[in-house]
Nanobody
């Protein structure tokens, strides 16, 4: 499956952005989907994930209550709505797909099979 993430940009602290990740190539609803981010000089970290049906979501503690992950299987797209953004949210955001992912917490980046190219989010103070 091919993934393309977009929607990043420059926003002031307290603002909002919505990231989108469009998938193509295989049956989108077979995949668990996740968002990860990597800040300069830091390791890639888990942000949020959603299971194949959209019925279960997972969030990192740092974004819980501010970010919302969702998916539209008819449009082969997963979204990340980011509200109340903070400067520490600045990073390149990546979407990823895991084949099935049943029984997985979807938090471990090494379990993911496919990755998008990343989109940069910059939050100014």
């Amino acid at each position: 499956v091919q993934l393309q993430a977009f929607g990043g940009g420059l926003v002031q602290a307290g603002g909002s952005l919505r990231l989108s990740c469009a998938a193509s190539g295989r049956t989108f609803s077979n995949y668990g989907m996740g968002w990860f981010r990597q800040a300069p000089g830091k390791e890639r970290e888990f942000v949020a994930a959603i299971n194949w049906s959209g019925g279960t979501t997972y969030y990192a503690d740092s974004v819980k209550g501010r970010f919302t992950i969702s998916r539209d299987n008819a449009k082969n797209t997963v979204y990340l709505q980011m509200n109340s953004l903070k400067p520490e949210d600045t990073a390149v955001y990546y979407c990823a797909a895991i084949d099935g992912g049943y029984g997985s917490s979807l938090r471990n980046l090494y379990e993911y099979d496919y990755w998008g190219q990343g989109t940069l989010v910059t939050v100014s103070s």
